[in-house]
């Protein structure tokens, strides 16, 4: 490397002077120095030489002053040049810092540049590019630098490429917000190559959404790229997406419309139409028009199941196999809909299969020479692949599962699909009970295949389904021998799924007939949970304005599981049983949620003074205490509760549950079931009102199913957390023990 300290005269000093440099003896390199301005004090490079030594050496005071004595008698039109070429010096060690991975050191120079020129642009830029990798960046620190200012007037000074390279990481840094947005849209003026541009914060945006947990953050970012491209559907997608994420879901139907509006390809079609679907039904309050997009999602997978597309980029694909996911929603046919499913799954297939054929073929090959490997081990090693994996419904389940695997028959491998990056105490728990444990980014399957294949598992446990369409992807590569979907949904239908985890109540006997699965039914529950914490309730009769003697009803599901027609189930109960109160809770949009309970209250004559609307609350402790108020709670259909059923019979609460032919009718009944309870199930819908009516006017029976509940805890399948794990690994070994000897 050529000195970037070498001068006119007296070369042989200078290149001593910087051996010592390079070589970290900084004492004997200003000794150089010094000799230097003694024999030419008027070449002000030694100086600033010297004085990048003294700050080497942790002497910043000494530097400085070393730098002034430098600028002392030079020409007011030759200070501009100097501090330049001082600037340069300084520039010069950065970079070679950098590359030592220094960064501390480089970090601490250009503080010093940005003092001595504090309107140097890339110098800040680099600045905040240090600070990133050393962690300390602060919104302060970029408000005190005046970056975003700078950067809207220094146009012709800025390097694009070095904005482009900082951009994604200062948007992808947790620890700062407020200024992100501003710096975001600063860079706007940059945008040489647009669809670059758009690339960059599109991901940034998706971490920051569902990696940070910062859903609103992330849709203004994605508001700033529509100023480039306004009709990108792309760009529609996500910010759709990133408005529902955070709860604002007026705002996702509004965008879920333009979409719909752009898109033109039958792919995009259905694609655009599940979005809006999922809209409509988050919001809560558009019972008709949901219906009638329903309608239209059906055509629209009729026709592309006609049409049979194989070529589908891989973003194509992954959509795909969510594109059904709300059927089961509006109604309980599971002998219409699960071929549906079915026949999606394998269009996806046949998808992955062509645009990753090679890759495919390679793990799937992998994968299948792994029989000979695991039979010397004599252990099994079984992954969990999740995105939720944390608190979530899913993981409060899901531990249970953790604390009690045995660890002298199985390894147990966590593949976290963007993992949370807040605190969550939950997700560290599931990483510390771990044998192995990886995080992979939302656009990380590639990482998460070959992380598979290299622990060579044997069973891999998918715990999403349809909830999140990178698994799919994942498990349609196939990187192990056997693969089970469990607990997040119900089965997705992919043909590379072995088996569906499942138990003698929440599916029928039939259901083999339209699952391409093979249903792996445990003796007596396919869920069990030693219990929930319950924190401090914050909810009372009194401030809710309701009598002390009143019956209380409660109904706690999100917009998706609210269906017209058990509303007005619900609503009938209610005019039936005097000095009764309907409390409904659940993400929805508030204003539309309020609208479509007191509509159906007035049509069936009850009094919309009996409705109390309840607010979402931080911590599900809280919300499970909160459930005490209630007498009776009335589940949901042709969509059950799930976890919230666990936690309403755990809080010895009677419940009302329709049961019906599809997996998610039946979740509240093989609980109650596996709980000792049967008062409460209804096999239609007149017996739904009954039973809902009867529980509101019977105190002792109500005071008689609580007791039962509660001592069910000592007895239940359903509050034995230990037992269903022997029965999860006798499973396990039994599915290996098929594949060993097919």
Known sequence: MNSPYSLTNDNNLQQQAYQYLIQGNYSKAASFYEQAIEAEPLVKSHYWNLGLTLLLQGQEEEAQTTWLLGMAGIES??????????????????????????????????????????????????????????????????ATSNIVELLKSNYSSIAPDVLLQILPELLNYPHIATTKIEFAEACLEYTNEPQFFIHVLILAAINICYSARQPRLAAQLAEIILRLEPNNPEILIQLTSFYHQGNEFIKSLEIAKQLNAEVKTLAYKVYANHLLLKSLMAASGYWQEACSVLQEQKLLLQSLLEEWPTNLEG???????????????FQDDPHSIRPIQNQIARLGLDNVQNYAKDYVNKYRHSASNQKNNNTSRKILRVGYLSHCLRRHSVGWIARWLFEYHDPERFQIYAYLINPVRSDNDLQQWFIDRSYQAYGFEVTGNEKAIQQIQKDEIDILVDLDSLTLD????????????????????????????????????VLPDSAQDYYTEK???LPQTYVAVDGFEVGVPTLRRDRLDIPSDAVVYFVGQRGYKRNLDNIRLQMKIIKEVPNSYFLIKGEADEKSTRSLYEQIAETEGVACSRLRFLPEVGAEAVHRANLGVADVVLDTYPYNGATTTLETLWMCIPLVTRVGQQFAARNSYTMMINAGVTEGIAWTDEEYVEWGVRLGKDAALRQQIAWKLRQSRQTAPLWNGKQFTREMEKAYEQMWKRYVEH
Not at 105 to 131: C, F, G, K, Y
Request: hydrophobic content about 40%; aromatic content about 12%; overall charge negative.
């Open 519 to 521: 249903i792996w039914r």
């Open 77 to 142: 039109e030759q200070i501009d040049l100097e501090t330049k070429s001082l600037v340069q010096v300084l520039q010069s060690e950065t970079e070679r810092r950098e590359e030592l991975a220094d960064y501390q050191m480089a970090w601490t120079i250009r503080q010093h540049i940005r003092e001595i020129a504090p309107d140097d642009i890339n110098n800040l830029l680099h600045s905040v590019r240090l600070a990133i990798k050393l962690e300390t960046l602060t919104d302060e620190y970029l």
């Open 315 to 329: 973003a194509f694909t992954l959509r795909l196999f969510c594109s059904t996911f709300f059927l089961p929603y």
């Open 470 to 505: 990178n698994t799919c992807e994942i498990l349609a590569i196939k990187p192990a021998p056997v693969q089970v979907t469990w607990l997040g949904w119900d089965a997705s239908g992919l043909p590379t799924i072995d088996y569906f985890i499942a138990d003698p109540y």
